[in-house]
């Protein structure tokens, strides 16, 4: 079983940048592949960017590429979400997310993670 913990949230103005980290503790990290989803006030939650286990593939939703940036360190238990160019519309509750499927699996929706962290508040100002 893996716990996750997200940090890294706040208020910054559009155009701004902000790194969110994701503190994974438990066994066996580097077998998941892991991922970051976001979920607005009155919406669904979607995906946002994914990562596989060995950092080999990324996956980013179309409104973020070019913007966001997703990494992890196996060794330190950690993956982050560089965000930069930052726009109101960005104004989520942001989650990390874990699992043992193919990150491939979790940007085409046709499964999601097994674990789930708590959530970081990221807001953008016009």
């Known amino acids: 079983q893996v716990q996750l913990v997200e940090s890294g949230g706040r208020l910054v103005q559009a155009g701004g940048s902000l790194r969110l980290s994701c503190a994974a503790s438990?066994?066996?990290?580097?077998?998941?592949?892991m991922a970051w989803f976001r979920q607005a006030p009155g919406k669904e939650r979607e995906f946002v960017a994914a990562?596989?286990?060995?950092?080999?593939?990324?996956y980013y939703t179309d409104s973020v590429k070019g913007r966001f940036t997703i990494s992890r360190d196996n060794a330190r238990n950690t993956v982050a979400l560089q965000m930069n160019s930052l726009r109101p519309e960005d104004t989520a509750v942001y989650y990390c997310a874990a699992g043992r499927n193919s990150a491939n699996y979790y940007y085409t929706g046709v499964r999601a993670p097994d674990y789930w962290g708590q959530g970081t508040q990221v807001t953008v100002s016009s």
């Open positions: 438990g066994r066996s990290f580097e077998t998941y592949s």
């Open positions: 990562v596989s286990w060995a950092a080999f593939t990324t």
